[in-house]
């Protein structure tokens, strides 16, 4: 679950460098993307190529969004559509982190920038209870897994990695810090969370003189 936990100031207004053009462009494209069509299996087909693409080169991420915190995993605020259409985040993990068993409720997208991460699918039974959908997979940089509340969306990740931090690229399909949505319990309790984000400044996608 996220805490506010406001980046220092030396870091939130560092200069822009160069690889930020790669995040201007996703999201650029993604904004392209889901004005053109309405239809979850296209956005996340397409949408999928286009984080691919994004996290095949590890040069654009700004340093304060990649910052693990000691004691719980980092949800930074990447973008956020101005219609929230959709948000990206990057999730940094620190060894031994991960998240509780949640939901989604809007689509999602996962891709690991850095190091590895861990995902368990749920399925509800028929007494209400959680099982796991198969055994847990191991998401490598470079590689994007796929979520839809159409065919299950309920799952927990974490850090794969036991000797240093990962970084992964989350996109979902709305402002996935303000939905409401729940975290659950293995006997399928579900409890309402927020999860908000856990920086206050977002990275300067938009002053271009870097690259001109
Ligand atoms: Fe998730």
Not at 29 to 56: F, M
Not at 83 to 97: L, N, Y
Not at 158 to 170: E, K, L, Q, T, W
């Amino acid at each position: 679950m996220a805490t506010l936990a406001p980046l220092p100031i030396a870091a939130a207004v560092a200069p822009p460098h160069a690889g930020i053009a790669r995040l201007r462009g996703f999201v650029t494209s993604l904004a392209e993307l889901v004005s053109a069509t309405r239809n979850e299996a296209e956005v996340l087909e397409s949408g999928a190529k286009l984080l691919a693409r994004l996290i095949a080169q590890d040069d654009w991420l700004p340093p304060a969004f990649a910052i693990p915190h000691p004691e719980r995993y980092q949800q930074y605020l990447l973008h956020c559509d101005s219609r929230e259409r959709f948000s990206v985040v990057s999730f940094v993990w620190a060894p031994g982190q991960g998240t509780p068993i949640h939901d989604h409720r809007v689509w999602g997208l996962v891709g690991v920038l850095r190091g590895a991460e861990t995902s368990e699918r749920f399925v509800r039974q028929g007494d209400g209870s959680l099982k796991p959908d198969g055994p847990a997979q191991l998401l490598r940089a470079g590689e994007v897994e796929v979520l839809s509340p159409r065919t299950g969306d309920i799952h927990r990740v974490g850090n794969a990695r036991s000797d240093g931090p990962s970084v992964s690229i989350h996109v979902y399909g709305g402002n996935i810090g303000a939905v409401e949505r729940a975290t659950y319990a293995l006997d399928g309790t579900a409890k309402r969370f927020v999860s908000g984000y856990a920086s206050t400044v977002l990275p300067n996608l938009w002053d271009r003189s870097q690259t001109l």
